[in-house]
């Protein structure tokens, strides 16, 4: 099991950017696909973006493409999420989650047996 700390929201205005962090301890951290999801009030959570084991493969939703960047520090423990062009519907509890399997794949939530306890993230117009 891992135990996963999200820290770095906050209240940011359109346009403004904002970096998450989420720092994990337990199991060996550099074995798992890492990944970070948000829901908005009165939504289901939904993917955002994760990024396997090594940091050399990533994903993310159309809805952030271009604007967000996951990355991460193996040596730290340490997975980011760096935001960028924020905009009002970006409003989000974010969540960072840790996959199940080691070297696993996939984005769906199932894939995700770790979570945070949330990091609230509002963008105001």
């Known amino acids: 099991q891992v135990q996963l700390v999200e820290s770095g929201g906050g209240l940011v205005q359109a346009g403004g950017s904002l970096r998450l962090s989420c720092a994990a301890s337990?199991?060996?951290?550099?074995?798992?696909?890492m990944g970070w999801f948000r829901q908005a009030p009165g939504k289901e959570r939904e993917f955002v973006a994760t990024i396997s084991w090594s940091g050399g493969s990533t994903n993310y939703a159309d809805s952030v493409k271009g604007r967000f960047t996951i990355s991460r520090d193996n040596a730290r423990k340490t997975v980011y999420l760096q935001m960028s062009s924020l905009k009002p519907e970006d409003t989000a509890v974010y969540y960072c989650?840790?996959?199940?399997?080691?070297?696993?794949?996939?984005?769906?939530?199932?894939?995700?047996?770790?979570w945070g306890q949330g990091t609230q993230v509002t963008v105001s117009s």
């Open positions: 337990g199991r060996t951290f550099s074995n798992y696909a």
């Open positions: 989650a840790a996959h199940r399997f080691p070297y696993g794949l996939g984005k769906a939530e199932g894939d995700f047996g770790s």
